[in-house]
């Protein structure tokens, strides 16, 4: 797997949406939606000239994963600009508005849904793709009244990762649900970790995404079905206690480690678990700095069940064509290949990005990775995020409100209630 490009981008980019809360529009805008649905996309080469935006991390490799798409296509030219994670989205932005945005763009399908809109993006063509083929979660995250506005390309979620040999050695199994996760902890500690869960300190946006998982464990929307703020409820008090237990138990400790230092601490035996994404995986033997590390010290495990059930959040890269793209054609061929198992399997072999095609996890490629498979168990059990633009502020919030019942400074029910009196006061922007 690669480094922390996937979490590191994310954790860049999630921040530079935040102030938008209305969809992008330009003067002079094609109007996708007065126009129609695209005509379907034939099998004839593609030519022309094609623009296509991407952030760096997996898109980095994509000139290697289109090389067969451009041999198959030789009057084609395709121009790629990848672009630092941290400019990301304020340039994607600032082009759309001026009316100069490229071809294709990709997105990130927890935080794309100021762009899902027909003055900004076109839907994608009947045909092109098989809906039904994506991890349900990560098609839907660009649907917005039963239009389609973006492809997926590649996916993650969280699941449990954890010390096997530390398992092993104290005699239990991963937790089921919620109420084994604390003894599962304490006997990870029994057997010699300093704690056993390493969990993100950051108290950003990204603990947010956490305790909107747990709610949802928990058995609540956040979001009612009127669109309106669904935040003060029992279920999230619940989910509030669930994440406060791992500190108040002991097994996780509010001072660390910190994002950059979960991986050391994990292969130290600072720690001996995470609730964290596949990328890290490929990390662990160049933090142990011993091949065959991994294989013989970690195991993974869907997450522990609430109350309705081991739900995780998907996440990952899509692709979109933009409104007032030149070569509509083209664009959507090569969006089309990008979304076909193969080429899925090829960006997984450059790059470990996780396939967003659920077929592409049979290829052997991937499905002999045994640490793999609870990822994909998760995935075919996760929720989007709410296609609402202000979502990324309220999960900011989240993640502060959580720190303060975690280190016992608020009460879960009083976080609750903030956190939905935050969310009001910021509203829904336009809803998705």
């Known amino acids: 797997m690669p480094n922390i490009s996937r979490r590191a981008a994310l954790r860049l980019t999630a921040g530079l949406a935040v102030g938008s809360a209305l969809p992008l529009t330009g003067c002079g805008r094609h109007d996708a939606a007065a126009a129609g649905t695209a005509k379907k996309v034939d099998a004839s080469p593609a030519t022309g000239t094609l623009n296509v935006w991407a952030a760096q ?12 798409f451009r ?8 121009k790629t600009t990848l672009i630092p994670n941290a400019e990301y989205y304020t340039k994607l ?12 763009a990709q997105f990130f399908p927890e935080s794309q849904a100021q762009f899902l809109n027909s003055s900004t993006l076109r839907p994608v063509p009947d045909g092109l793709v098989d809906p039904g083929s994506f991890f349900k979660s990560l098609w839907d995250a660009g649907v917005v009244g039963d239009v389609a506005y973006t492809v997926p390309w590649y996916a993650y979620t969280y699941a449990l990762v954890y010390r096997s040999d530390l398992a092993k050695k104290a005699g239990v199994e991963a937790p089921a649900t919620w109420a084994g996760m ?4 304490k006997a990870l500690q029994g057997a010699g970790a300093g704690h056993a869960l390493g969990a993100d300190i950051g108290w950003d946006i990204f603990n947010g995404q956490d305790v909107a998982m747990y709610a949802w464990q928990a058995g609540a929307p956040l979001v009612t079905s009127a669109g309106k703020w669904n935040l003060d ?10 994440n406060a237990s791992f500190f108040t138990s002991g097994t996780a400790d509010t001072s660390g480690p910190t994002f950059l230092d979960a ?10 678990s995470m609730i964290t994404g596949p990328w890290v995986i490929g990390q662990l033997d160049t933090a142990a700095k011993k091949s065959g590390w991994t294989a013989s010290h970690v195991a993974t495990a869907p ?3 609430g109350a309705s059930g081991s739900v995780s959040f998907s996440a990952g890269g899509t692709w979109g064509v933009l409104a007032d793209s030149a070569n509509e054609d083209a664009a959507w061929k090569l969006v089309r290949y990008l979304a076909k198992p193969t080429t899925q399997v090829a960006q997984y072999k450059a790059y470990s990005s996780l396939p967003a095609v659920i077929s592409a996890w049979d290829d052997p490629a991937i499905k002999g990775q045994p640490l793999m498979a609870a990822f994909l168990t998760q995935l075919k059990n996760t929720r989007a995020f709410p296609q609402i633009s202000t979502w990324q502020q309220v999960a900011t919030r989240l993640g502060k409100e959580m720190e303060a019942v975690a280190k016992g400074k608020e009460s879960a029910a009083k976080a609750a209630a903030n956190i939905q009196a935050y969310a009001e006061s910021v509203g829904t922007g336009t809803k998705r």
Request: glycine share 8%.
């Open 71 to 78: 041999s198959a296509n030789p009057d084609l030219v395709v």
């Open 233 to 242: 409820t029992p279920q999230m008090v619940d989910a509030l206690k669930y």
């Open 263 to 272: 991986q050391p601490y994990f292969v130290s035996g600072k720690t001996a």
């Open 303 to 305: 997450l522990p069940a």
């Open 57 to 68: 991390g997996d898109a980095d490799v994509l000139g290697t994963v289109v090389k067969p």
């Open 182 to 185: 604390v003894p599962f902890l």
């Open 93 to 104: 932005q600032a082009a759309i508005a001026a009316g100069k945005g490229p071809d294709i």
